[in-house]
């Protein structure tokens, strides 16, 4: 018994230490059940929940001591509708990666809720991470903290439907050239007409839990690449190290949210473009890595080898499919390889 009541004094010790009280995440958390997981879900415009909260987070919006964030929106309702992706039983080769190696932020890559900071007056001072759980000195500290550790993407376990939207196979449609060493941006109107192009409709095509995963070329004009380019690419002076990636707007934050996607993937390095020249957002300069990761709890996945699904979903007229991701489950972890797996 006193090891228990020890147990839950260090509990709450470890909260009380991220957490003020009485802390705002307390008065603004949504209030919802298992029976209507979107009662009272916020809209775009109603993020963030308190006006202490940095830009357009997504505090409180799934409870205020949440740890999953957006794969929240994938429950068993949503892994049940996704096997009717799963229609002719190929797993094509190529969609993982087998090079697995111990720094995860080196090639595919799911990146984890300890990943990157946000904070509402983007001071690295006052660095907060989803849903104000830990501080950036819980982080650091020698003790570390388990707290937002990829370990509960683990052990939930990430099964849904995936939607490709194939911007670079839109860009050869149209015999447009373009470079991904390059700090051109891809914005929510282009993946408008990437979807209509696949024949979709971006507003209609979604379900909440979906994964989208955007191929923007990047492995492709990367593989093509001469191995002594390949070998030098790192090694170019920041303001230089450019990769085409999508737009880091309020405009593309919008379109994202009214999808309740699960996650966002993409074959190249960030996801959004690099380097991160802090595009104004409400007015203040934020990365959507901050954003996904610190506001809304949504990893994203970086580096997939898209190049044999692509092939497929044109092949078979159809940008959906069964996915899988399987994160290693490392206690306290920021990243990992995600093992991700389609299935059409
Ligand atoms: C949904 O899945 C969870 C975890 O596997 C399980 O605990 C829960 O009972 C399931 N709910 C329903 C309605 O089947
Ligand atoms: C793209 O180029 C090919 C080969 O030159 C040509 O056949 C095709 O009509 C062009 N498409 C467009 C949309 O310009
Ligand atoms: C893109 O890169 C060019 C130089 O390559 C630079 O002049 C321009 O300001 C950059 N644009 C943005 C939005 O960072
Ligand atoms: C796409 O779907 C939205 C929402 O259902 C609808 O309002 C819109 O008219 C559709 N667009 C097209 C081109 O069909």
């Not at 004094?9 to 059940?33: C, E, N």
């Not at 550790?149 to 447009?176: C, F, H, P, Y």
């Amino acid at each position: 018994m006193s090891t228990f009541i020890a147990l839950a004094v260090i509990v709450a010790a470890i909260f009380t230490h991220a957490r003020p009280t009485p802390h705002p995440l307390t008065l603004v958390s949504r209030a919802f059940d298992d029976s209507d997981i979107y009662a009272n879900w916020p809209t775009y415009d109603e993020l963030p929940l308190h006006p202490s909260f940095p830009t357009r987070a997504a505090w409180g919006a799934w409870g205020e001591n949440d740890q999953l964030g957006a794969l929240n929106h994938i429950r068993n309702t949503t892994i049940l509708a996704a096997k009717n992706e799963i229609q002719l039983g190929r797993p094509r080769a190529g969609y993982q990666d087998d090079v697995i190696t111990l720094n995860t932020q080196i090639s595919t890559q799911f990146d984890g809720l300890k990943h990157f900071p946000y904070s509402t007056n983007n001071e690295q001072a006052t660095y907060q991470f989803y849903n104000d759980l830990i501080t950036f000195d819980d982080i650091v500290s020698a003790e570390g903290t388990t707290v937002l550790g990829i370990q509960n993407a683990a052990q939930k376990g990430i099964a849904g439907r995936g939607v490709l939207l194939d911007w670079a196979g839109w860009m050869e449609s149209k015999n447009t050239t373009f470079d991904v060493f390059s700090n051109t941006t891809i914005s929510p109107s282009e993946l408008d007409e990437v979807a209509a192009w696949q024949g979709l409709n971006a507003s209609s095509f979604f379900k909440p839990g979906d994964f989208l995963v955007v191929r923007t070329g990047f492995t492709q004009q990367y593989n093509a690449l001469p191995a002594h380019e390949q070998a030098i690419l790192p090694y170019r002076a920041d303001a230089d190290a450019t990769f085409l990636g999508m737009e880091a707007s309020g405009d593309l934050l919008r379109w994202l949210w009214a999808k309740k996607l699960s996650l966002v993937g993409s074959d190249n390095p960030a996801f959004e473009v690099l380097p991160n020249t802090g595009d104004v957002i409400d007015g203040d300069m934020r990365s959507l890595h901050q954003v996904f990761i610190g506001g809304w709890g949504m990893s994203i996945v970086e580096y997939l080898n898209l190049e044999e699904l692509a092939k497929t979903c044109h092949e078979l007229g159809r940008y959906s499919f069964f996915f899988t991701i399987q994160n290693l489950n490392v206690v306290g972890g920021i990243a990992s390889p995600p093992n991700a797996l389609a299935i059409v």
